[in-house]
């Protein structure tokens, strides 16, 4: 089993729809969870953060966070073609500090 | 507040070669991160310098080394190398390093190809 796990898409949505992104990962312990996009030929930049479970909203981004369920996600509300990337869960790994675990990605497509 | 910036951007090494690459994390951000990135593993965490001291380190062979500096520059070294180490390599840099994990902030990354 794969320590952090997201469908690796496409996830196709049309403009000003609801995107709907998910991951699972497999450490009970873990404690910080980072959603982050990369388009194509560039380096990741952090969307949000989230510790604690429940809802966090920043402008159109909400993450979503349950640690019993072992689940993260992400929505983007009002989708627009900009959005068009791919998104990247990571969580803390093991050992402590700045260690991230990423998810292979999920590839998100927004068509006018 | 200038972001995290790495040098060189682009590289081409041959087989059986070195090759070090440089990072300059955040203004005041002591904690410096490499990752690998490659289209089939994904982005792997290679290891994590703060106060110029290796404190977390991923599952890659002795070949890839790194170190930090008093001003917390960081370089990586891949001795030796592989075809396999072609990859796209990225910094992240984060600031207090109280134990927890911070949030990090990638710098563009450098390419490396390896013929």
């Known amino acids: 089993q794969k320590e952090v796990e997201q469908n690796s898409g496409p996830l196709s949505v049309p403009e000003g729809a609801i995107a709907s992104l998910n991951c699972t990962y497999s450490d009970r312990g873990s404690q910080s969870f980072f959603w982050y996009r990369q388009y194509s030929g560039k380096s990741p930049e952090l969307i949000m953060s989230i510790y604690s479970n429940g809802d966090k909203e920043d402008g159109r981004f909400t993450a979503q966070l349950n640690k019993a369920s072992q689940y993260v996600s992400l929505l983007i509300r009002d989708s627009q073609p900009s959005d068009s990337a791919t998104y990247l869960c990571?969580?803390?790994?093991?050992?402590?500090?700045?260690?991230?675990?990423f998810g292979a990605g999920t590839r998100l497509a927004v068509h006018p | 507040k200038a972001g995290v910036t790495q040098t060189p951007r682009y590289l081409i090494k041959t087989r059986g070669q070195q090759v070090t690459l440089s990072c300059s994390p955040i203004?005041?951000?002591?904690?410096v991160s490499w990752y690998q990135q490659t289209p089939g593993q994904g982005l792997q965490f290679l290891f994590e310098y703060f106060s110029e001291t290796q404190r977390n380190k991923g599952n890659f062979p002795g070949r890839f080394s790194g170190r930090q500096f008093s001003n917390s520059r960081s370089e990586m070294n891949v001795s030796t190398l592989e075809l396999g180490d072609s990859a796209l390599y990225l910094c992240a840099s984060s600031g207090a390093g109280t134990g927890g994990t911070d949030t990090q902030y990638f710098g563009p990354g450098t390419r490396l190809t390896v013929l």
């Open positions: 203004s005041g951000h002591r904690s």
């Open positions: 990571a969580v803390n790994g093991p050992g402590g500090y700045n260690k991230l675990i």
